[in-house]
């Protein structure tokens, strides 16, 4: 039986977040403007024609843990394989400054932000995915940390993100912390995704009590327009 981590988006959009669904049958997406995140039931060909009735030509979009079998009409831009990280511990939250909770009027900072240093992920309604906190140094955002996926069980932690000039701080580990112990205090699990490459980020997380649950492939997909 497949684990309802496994196909994280799907899972997502046919429990928890089943209010932002756009589906077709056996194939679910994100609105675009709160994420970029496609999902299918199944990893076949079949789910080809279920698809283009909810991509747009032109549009890009990403699959988590299970994609279909790509054929003509669709550029797969990029595969690769991202570890996924569950943390069932609370995590020991650092010193530092106050974090603040992120609403609509910080709306503008956080595209800014996640725009600077991880851009195509954030978009202008992925605040409406959860709750997020930062910390402020004036008026600059100086980092961030929130909840994305959501399923039964299982809460995502993303949007982790620093500013340039404020990295080594300890900011993100510290907000990171906070999320997680929040996520917990609700009885969910928390989860995230890392790209490998990343190295910096996976120390962080595995510092704080995450561990790797599985490997999942990560497929960035652009559907061609039709003529």
């Known amino acids: 039986m497949t684990e309802p981590l496994d196909n994280p988006v799907w899972s997502s959009l046919t429990t928890q977040h089943a209010s ?3 589906r077709n049958e056996g194939a679910v997406r994100y609105p675009p403007q709160v994420a970029p995140f496609v999902a299918v039931a199944k990893g076949d060909a079949d789910s080809i ?20 079998e790509f054929g003509k009409g669709w550029v797969v831009e990029h595969t690769g394989i991202i570890p996924q990280l569950v943390c069932p511990q609370r995590a020991a939250v650092r010193p530092g400054p106050e974090a603040v909770e992120l609403s609509e009027r910080n709306r503008s900072d956080m595209l800014a932000l996640t725009a600077l240093v991880f851009p195509g992920f954030f978009r202008a309604r992925t605040i409406e995915m959860g709750r997020y906190i930062g910390i402020y140094h004036g008026r600059v955002l100086a980092a961030m940390a929130g909840e994305r996926m959501r399923l039964d069980g299982y809460q995502e932690i993303s949007g982790v993100c620093t500013h340039p000039e404020f990295l080594g701080r ?3 580990q510290r907000l990171v912390a906070m999320m997680t112990n929040s996520v917990l205090d609700r009885g969910v699990t928390p989860f995230l995704h890392v790209h490998r490459e990343n190295t910096r980020a996976l120390s962080l997380y595995e510092h704080l009590g995450y561990r790797v649950r599985a490997e999942l492939g990560l497929w960035s997909v652009t559907r061609e327009r039709t003529r």
């Not at 024609?49 to 279909?68: D, M, R, T």
């Open 20 to 22: 932002f669904a756009i």
């Open 49 to 68: 024609p279920q698809l283009q009735k909810i991509v747009n030509g032109g549009e890009s979009v990403y699959f988590v843990g299970v994609a279909p």
């Open 170 to 172: 300890g900011y993100a």
